[in-house]
């Protein structure tokens, strides 16, 4: 499929977005919790890989190499956004493509999720929802391991803080 790719191959490409193109654009209305902007997004991130094939390094995990260029594209997305649009707002986009558990939690998960604050925000969903090593996460951000630990960590205690201060524990 890489191989495909690198000589120009479309039918390359196409598998590559068969397989690729659903949970990235998960990641990044996670990210982004935008419909809109997520979809740009993938698609620039596609556009972005068709252009620099050739800098991936053979030995390498292929996922690693498109999702930290989805994960760069969408922290860039981010810091365009204007000064008062700056958390994602929540909308029911986010909802369609999170995790399948109460409407009410889902609502609320999404809504603290987009209010982390970039590479937290980034850490805690390729960690805890995509399932990237911390160290797969560390080089898709271009930071250290411990900052992706502190990241996650402090991710997971502001959702706790969160969800704790919604009526029944975030099921309402």
Not at 117 to 141: D, K
Not at 166 to 171: L, N
Request: with cysteine; glycine share 8%.
């Amino acid at each position: 499929m890489i191989a495909m790719c690198r000589q120009g191959d479309p039918a390359g490409y196409r598998l590559v977005y068969d397989r690729y193109s659903g949970p990235l654009l998960r990641t990044a209305l996670r990210m982004l919790g935008r419909l809109e902007e997520a979809e740009d997004a993938v698609q620039e991130t596609f556009l972005k890989l068709f252009r620099g094939i050739k800098g991936f390094r053979s030995g390498a995990r292929f996922s690693t190499y498109l999702f930290q260029i989805l994960v760069n594209t969408c922290i860039d997305a981010i810091r365009r956004r204007k000064p008062a649009n700056t958390p994602a707002a929540y909308t029911p986009e986010v909802e369609s493509l999170t995790a399948p558990s109460g409407h009410e939690l889902r609502h609320s998960l999404a809504e603290a999720v987009a209010s982390l604050p970039g590479q937290m925000r980034a850490s805690f969903v390729l960690f805890a929802i995509e399932e990237f090593t911390q160290a797969e996460i560390a080089g898709m951000l271009g930071i250290s391991e411990g900052a992706v630990k502190t990241h996650v960590f402090r991710a997971r205690r502001k959702l706790r803080a969160w969800l704790a201060a919604c009526p029944d524990g975030g099921t309402s």
